[in-house]
């Protein structure tokens, strides 16, 4: 089994482990928060659009009206299509901000 990476959700302060073939929206899930919006799941509909502050990953094909040439080359990517590399910060931009902030303590949205 692949070593699994520590991920940080700075809005929330929360952690979680997250393996190299599991997509970061899918980490996210296992939380256990009710209510994260997922959408498409296949980088389409941007509802999972989060901004990687620190650490490595793969980012796969989203769609272009989710996530800009320019969003990408600043790291904001849809967690749906992201994949950790090594241990990864982040913070959540998209319609997920609520959702993760519900019951913790969270920074500025």
């Given at each position: 089994?692949?070593?699994?990476?520590?991920?940080?959700?700075?809005?929330?302060?929360?952690?979680?482990?997250?393996?190299?073939?599991?997509?970061?929206?899918?980490?996210?899930?296992?939380?256990?928060?009710?209510?994260?919006?997922?959408?498409?799941?296949?980088?389409?509909?941007?509802?999972?659009?989060?901004?990687?502050?620190?650490?490595?990953?793969?980012?796969?094909?989203?769609?272009?009206?989710?996530?800009?040439?320019?969003?990408?080359?600043?790291?904001i990517?849809?967690?749906?299509?992201a994949?950790?590399?090594?241990?990864?910060?982040?913070?959540?931009?998209?319609?997920?901000?609520?959702?993760?902030?519900?019951?913790?303590?969270?920074?500025?949205?």
């Amino acid at each position: 089994m692949a070593e699994k990476h520590l991920v940080h959700i700075e809005n929330s302060g929360e952690d979680y482990l997250c393996a190299p073939d599991q997509n970061l929206l899918r980490g996210m899930e296992v939380l256990g928060r009710r209510g994260i919006p997922v959408g498409c799941r296949g980088g389409g509909c941007g509802v999972c659009k989060v901004h990687i502050t620190a650490g490595e990953y793969e980012a796969r094909k989203m769609s272009k009206s989710c996530v800009s040439d320019e969003e990408l080359a600043q790291g904001i990517v849809l967690a749906c299509r992201a994949f950790p590399r090594g241990e990864v910060s982040l913070t959540v931009v998209g319609k997920m901000v609520k959702t993760v902030c519900a019951g913790a303590p969270c920074g500025s949205d």
